[in-house]
């Protein structure tokens, strides 16, 4: 009976010590296939609204892949997933334990094991694309070359998934990313200007049009002040290419990862 106890209590020792390893531990290893069952439930709850069902990616990046270019190892993982990304869309883990951000962490290098997709485009004539027919450098900065009204596109394959970036070239204001609301204002002497906010307080708003040019209005001075929430300046490209270009132009853009 005594022998028995002892063994009861070593094997609770035994699943609670991953509870109690020090969070900076990696404790991937570890994990059981109930303990990745219960990541891939809390991925789903928190994380997928922006990663994608299976880390596929939509409004974040990918995470199927071996390799995750902001968490080289287990450790730098657990700390994004905990800690968040300062300046960018991806918040802290507030309201998960240490053990639960393991959990999730074992998961989405679970999702790694899985091989990528192949795209259908052409990488070479989607390049060409973006520099010619497409006009893309127009509005988007790719390793420091084009104009920033638009997002810059350098790291834009690491941050989305091919079948966001599709979605976005045919229905640009459906994909419109935070932080470029299309406003339309028109000022009291009938003048009419429309383009992405750039700020805006209680008294004035600023906004660049399409040509790159920058005004600003007190509000007190507008007649108008349409802000068209689910639109994009940008043009759409469902008839402007072919469907075979579309996937060669998605197949450069994925292939953008920031690698200097």
């Known amino acids: 009976m005594k022998l028995c106890c002892q063994i009861v209590i070593v094997l609770v020792g035994a699943v609670l010590s991953l509870g109690k390893a020090p969070p900076h531990q990696d404790q991937i290893s570890r994990l059981s296939e109930a303990d990745l069952a219960r990541g891939k439930q809390l991925f789903v709850g928190h994380c997928a609204l922006c990663h994608g069902i299976g880390g596929t990616g939509d409004r974040g990046p990918a995470l199927n892949q071996p390799q995750l270019r902001r968490a080289a190892d287990n450790q730098a993982l657990f700390r994004t997933i905990k800690n968040g990304i300062e300046g960018s869309e991806m918040p802290e883990a507030w309201q998960m334990t240490d053990r639960e951000i393991w959990q999730v962490a074992g998961y989405v290098r679970s999702l790694g094991r899985t091989a990528a997709p192949n795209l259908p485009g052409d990488f070479a004539n989607g390049k060409a694309l973006y520099e010619s027919k497409g006009g893309c450098a127009a509005c988007h900065i790719v390793s420091g070359r084009g104009r920033s009204l638009g997002p810059e596109l350098t790291g834009i394959g690491a941050r989305r998934s091919a079948a966001y970036l599709r979605h ?7 994909s419109s990313p935070e932080g470029f609301l299309v406003v339309t204002v028109v000022a009291r002497d009938g003048k009419k200007i429309r383009g992405v906010r750039v700020n805006e307080d209680s008294f004035t708003i600023q906004l660049r049009d399409a040509s790159g040019i920058f005004h600003s209005y007190r509000k007190a001075d507008l007649s108008e002040l349409n ?20 996937d060669d132009l998605v197949a450069y853009l994925a292939s953008l990862r920031g690698e200097k």
């Open 168 to 174: 976005a070239l045919i229905d640009p204001g459906a």
């Open 227 to 246: 802000k068209e929430t689910g639109k994009s300046i940008m043009p759409s490209y469902r008839d402007a290419l072919k469907a075979s270009e579309i």
